[in-house]
Nanobody, 115 residues
Framework: QVQLVESGGGLVQSGGSLRLSCAASRSIFSIYEMGWYRQAPGKQRELVATITTGGTTRIVDSVKGRFTISRDNAKNTVHLQMNTLKPEDTAVYYC?????????WGQGTQVTVSS
């Protein structure tokens, strides 16, 4: 089991940047895949980016070239660097860790991009 806590959200103007962090309550070295998801008002939660223990990343097309995911196994932290933000990036961003068949979610952090 693991608890995940997101931070770094906030209000930013279009074109700005934010860096989200996800801190885990235990070592994430054994958590094969960690990811960031987001949910905009009235929409379903959607995948943004994932990263494996070995550093293999997957970024969805809508944010490719603007967002970068990274993990620091020594600090039990996963980051999402978001550049060139757009109003359509406005959502609650969630961190997820998968251990075996179980998935663990953080409480989310709000990102609001003003035009």
């Amino acid at each position: 089991q693991v608890q995940l806590v997101e931070s770094g959200g906030g209000l930013v103007q279009s074109g700005g940047s934010l860096r989200l962090s996800c801190a885990a309550s235990r070592s994430i070295f054994s958590i094969y895949e960690m990811g960031w998801y987001r949910q905009a008002p009235g929409k379903q939660r959607e995948l943004v980016a994932t990263i494996t223990t070995g550093g293999t990343t997957r970024i969805v097309d809508s944010v490719k070239g603007r967002f970068t995911i990274s993990r620091d196994n020594a600090k039990n932290t996963v980051h999402l660097q978001m550049n060139t933000l757009k109003p359509e990036d406005t959502a609650v961003y969630y961190c997820k860790g998968a251990i075996g068949v179980n998935s663990y979610w953080g409480q989310g952090t709000q990102v609001t991009v003003s035009s």
